[in-house]
């Protein structure tokens, strides 16, 4: 059971009250007000700290928790409909528990005991700048996906949409994404392009990690630096360099000429994953298969490959998101008959706003989630199969 220890109400009182500024201040962000909702769903925070804290039983706490539930999701139903009751309802089951995890004490539960108090403020603020980070950098993701599905042809989160009515949402975006030829084409290009780019990207940067991950091999670091390049460069620099180079071999505007330019991009990606996968690598077990009779290339592909596997197809899954998301390049060294589907969606941002986009958008989205949930399984197979994790 988590010990209690009770807080005094100068900790717990501005503490919830400022949990509730930082609510009010979205509320008023949302409602296009200024400084309205902060002063007042401070004062209500703060309210309800002390009547949980210093006028309820503590047997009460279940009771106080449905209370501070209620009490959000009827207010945010009124101001907003049934999207304010929901995002209301959420915030008073946080703040139910938050209350009682700052009053009575309970973020000193999991904590070693003998640290100071500010160590344990340093252990929290340093967990909610993380949390802050993470928000930023996820909301406009979480944004765009229920936009794409705007019954209207808007960019913007439409009074249906707010009220959650069936009315405000439609799939024509998706339907038009799936049938417009611009944007099949589109689509077409890159599971074209990426899938060819990323198996020379495996080839080649998996062959030079091997060969970079020998001591014997000389200027092995600066070699390593030149492969890498394209990963730290910035990308209109390289695009510019692609296109001057290519355009006096003849393959700017060809395919093999665009292909070339996203395997460029993805073999960095290879090559350190690879390599990082290689430095648990046991190098005596290729001693050995050598002492069996078996030849450089037998011994790769039996004892090598499936060891280092994971390590390749993570590096493959990096190269195939870099290639299918990449723009710049395209731009340079495509044609009007290689547009591939970043580059339609760039075209329509800046010739023709059509919410289509959003729906394009999404469907990325989720093919990079799903791959790099994989490279996540795929790296904790490897920690496995290397002995870096228990199980």
């Known amino acids: ?211 970079l991950s020998q001591s014997h091999v000389p200027g092995r670091r600066a070699i390593m630096a030149i492969l890498i390049s394209p990963m730290i460069v910035p990308l209109i620099i390289s695009a510019t360099g692609m296109y001057f180079f290519y355009s006096k071999i003849g393959i700017v505007g060809t395919l093999p000429g665009v292909i070339l330019a996203h395997a460029v991009l993805g073999i960095p990606f290879v090559i350190i994953t690879v390599t990082a996968t290689l430095v648990g690598f046991d190098r005596s077990l290729t001693r050995a298969a050598a002492n069996m009779g078996a030849g450089p290339i037998t011994t790769f592909f039996r004892v090598q490959m499936p060891l280092i596997l994971p390590g390749v197809i993570s590096g493959g899954l990096f190269a195939f998101i870099t290639s299918f998301d990449e723009v710049v390049v395209v731009i340079f060294i495509g044609s009007a008959k290689l547009q591939t589907l970043p580059w339609q969606m760039f075209t329509g941002l800046r010739e023709q706003i059509s919410p289509t986009i959003l729906a394009a958008a999404t469907i990325l989205v989720g093919i990079s989630i799903c791959l790099l949930a994989t490279v996540e399984m795929l790296r904790r197979r490897s920690e496995r199969l290397r002995g870096m994790s228990p199980s």
């Open 1 to 211: 059971m988590t010990p209690i220890y009770d807080k005094p109400l100068s900790l717990t009182l501005p503490t919830l009250a400022l949990a509730g500024a930082i609510f009010g201040f979205f509320i008023d962000a949302g409602l296009g007000t200024t400084f309205v909702a902060v002063p007042l769903v401070a004062l209500i925070c703060a309210a309800l700290a002390y009547v949980a804290l210093n006028v309820m039983p503590k047997q009460r706490e279940r009771e106080m928790r449905w209370a501070s539930i209620i009490l959000f999701a009827v207010g945010g139903f009124l101001v907003a409909g049934l999207s304010g009751l929901i995002v209301a309802g959420l915030f008073g089951w946080f703040l139910g528990w938050f209350i009682y995890w700052i009053g009575r004490g309970r973020y000193r539960g999991p904590l070693p005991p003998y640290l100071t108090s500010g160590q344990v403020l340093w252990h929290y603020t340093f967990r909610v700048i993380v949390g802050a980070i993470l928000v930023f950098l996820i909301t406009p993701i979480i944004v765009v996906m229920p936009l794409s599905f705007n019954a209207e042809d808007f960019f913007t989160f439409t009074p249906e949409m707010l009220r959650l009515d069936p009315e405000g949402y439609s799939l024509k975006h998706y339907r038009d994404f799936l049938t417009n030829p611009e944007w099949t084409n589109a689509v077409k290009n890159s599971l074209i392009i990426a899938p060819i780019a990323t198996i020379l990207s495996v080839s080649l940067g998996t062959l030079a990690a091997i060969g």
